[in-house]
Structure formats: C-alpha cells, structure tokens
C-alpha cells in the first residue's frame, strides 16, 4: 500500500468514530459537521472492505474488525502527535512539555522519583507523567512505545528498540522474619517446595524464565500488581518472593520480613527504552540525557569514584 495516496486525516476521523460510536458526537469531537463526518465514514469503509459501524436501534456497535482497530487507530493518532510537534531544540528552563513513561512501581521508585527531582530542578514547567505497564508492552511492542516517551524495563522483556542503560541491581529472596523453615540461607529445594507472593503475572520478570531453565517451577498462592506489596503478602506466612534489592532496601522495616541472597545468579540492567520516532526529537533526546545521568548517579552510589 502507498501510504502517499492515503489521506491521513481519516485516521483521526477513524479513532473518533471507533470511540464515539456515533457520526454526530465524532463529528463534533474533531470538528467536521454531520455530512463531512458520514464522508469520512464511508471513504473507510471503502478503504476497509468493512462496514465498522453497524446500527442497533438507535445506537451503533463495531464490528469484529472495529473493535480491533479501535487501540490501533489511537496509538496511530498518538504517534502521528508526537511526529509533528517534534522540535530541533529545547530550552528546558522556559519549555512546557509532558513526557509519558511507562513503569513498573519498582522502577518508580527506585528511578522515577529520581527522574523527577532532576527533571523539576531544571525544567519547572516540564511535566511526567507514568503509567502501568500491561500485557502489550510484550505483545504490540512498537505500537505501545509510539505512543509514549518510553518504558522502564530491564533487559530481557523487549528487544530491538534503541534503549539508554540506567543501573544494574539483582534479585533478592524475601521471606517471614519467623518463618519456620528458613533460616540464614535459602536454597533452590526451598524455592521450590514453598508457596509463592508473585508480582502480578509471573512471567514478567525475566527472572522467572531463568527459574524454569534450572528446573523450577514456583507454585503460586498469591499475586499482586505492586512489586512493593510483596513483603506484607510474606510477612507471617511460609511464603517466598522475590523482589529487587534496591527496592528491598528501600521497603527495609516496613514488614516483619528478611532479605536472602538467591541461591542462583539473579542480575538484571534496568534500561529507558523508547520508539525510533523520538530520537532526533530535542526534548526528548534532553529527557534521554537526564535519565542517563540519574542512572550513573545511582551506579555511583553502589561504586563511588575514587579519589
């Protein structure tokens, strides 16, 4: 298909459509009276083969294909945004301008909150703004970095997409201050006949992964989206987790829990990854810049400079 011969207004007449369900409020929301919005409607209904919208009573339902193109078409939208209001500069003290990252709560707290301070010390009229990672990330991976800043997110999840390096930080085991069958040490035997804590779907943790090549198949009695939950859902109980140790230090005497080494190699390099369309973008290469220095000042922190 030649993209030239495409008139890519229709793609933000298709986002509203899909969203609105309706000719008039799509209409209204982009600025096109009734006629030119129903136009609209049937030029991509040509262009898809499809009807899109169909009528039930007095209201309209998507279709199959619809309701699949309904992310799509508004990450397109996004993506298309964040093209064309790129600059060649930025003049951080006077810019306003909103950056969306996506984060685990681990990565936010060990690294977001550092963004923030560095990014309000020097850009006041900056604003950041993280969201939850999903699914998507994994299964859509260009679609959802186009329509953001960037993911934080340790290697071994994504690929083939530029990426700053932030900091390394390992895997540590967390169990019960009293739990009755652990005591200094754990073991690989102690992994895997005592129940788990997860962060949310197991297999999002690159480590997990590395768990099954040595055999291992955790049995999970609870999960949670919040990698800082993990240490109340083991207190008082037989329960295992593993969390980051930069995270465990933070959340030190918040529960009743004890930190172990892992009884396997369990590093991991958390990274800023973001889309090919930001990358000769000036505000977005000056977040790049902040990011990376916050990173070295965390490096730093666990291997100071000499002298």
């Known amino acids: 298909m ?45 262009h898809f083969s499809d009807d899109l919208l169909v009528r039930k009573g ?16 508004a990450s397109a939208c996004v993506m298309l945004e964040r093209l064309f209001t790129s600059r060649a500069d930025f003049q951080p003290a006077v810019e306003q301008r909103e950056f969306t990252l996506l984060s685990s709560d681990y990565a936010i707290a060990v690294f977001g909150a ?3 301070r560095a990014l309000h010390a020097e850009a006041p009229g900056v604003r950041l703004h993280f ?17 953001v800043d960037g993911v934080l997110m340790p ?38 006949r005592l129940p788990w804590a997860v962060y949310r779907r197991f297999f999002d943790a690159p480590v997990t992964r590395q768990l099954s090549t040595l055999g291992l198949e955790p049995r999970v009695e609870v999960s949670v989206q919040s990698f800082s939950l993990l240490p109340n859902l083991v207190a008082g109980t037989r329960r295992v987790t593993l969390v980051q140790r930069r995270l465990a230090e933070m959340l030190r005497g918040l529960a009743p829990v004890r930190v172990l080494p892992c009884p396997f190699e369990a ?41």
Do not use: K
């Not at 071994?156 to 967390?174: K, Q, S, T």
């Open 131 to 147: 969201r939850n990672l999903d699914g998507r990330i994994v299964e859509d991976t260009g679609t959802v970095l186009g329509g």
């Open 155 to 192: 290697h071994g999840v994504i690929r083939g997409f530029p990426a700053v390096e932030l900091y390394r930080d390992e895997w540590v085991c967390l169990v019960a201050d009293d739990h009755p069958d652990i005591g200094d040490h754990i073991t690989l035997d102690d992994l895997a």
């Open 267 to 307: 590093a991991l390099q958390e990274a800023l990854w973001w889309h090919p369309v930001h990358s000769q973008d000036a505000a977005h290469i000056w977040l790049r810049e902040r990011a990376a220095e916050v990173g070295r000042a965390l490096r730093e922190q666990d291997h100071p400079p000499r002298g």
């Open 58 to 73: 007095n209201t309209y339902e998507l279709t199959a294909l619809g309701s699949a193109l309904r992310e799509p078409a």
């Open 114 to 116: 550092e963004l923030a």
């Open 2 to 46: 030649n993209l030239a011969s495409l008139d890519l207004n229709l793609v933000v007449a298709l986002r509203a459509l899909l969203e609105e369900r309706s000719v008039t409020r799509a209409g209204l929301r982009i600025g096109l009276s009734q006629p030119a919005t129903s136009a609209a409607l049937a030029r991509l209904r040509r």
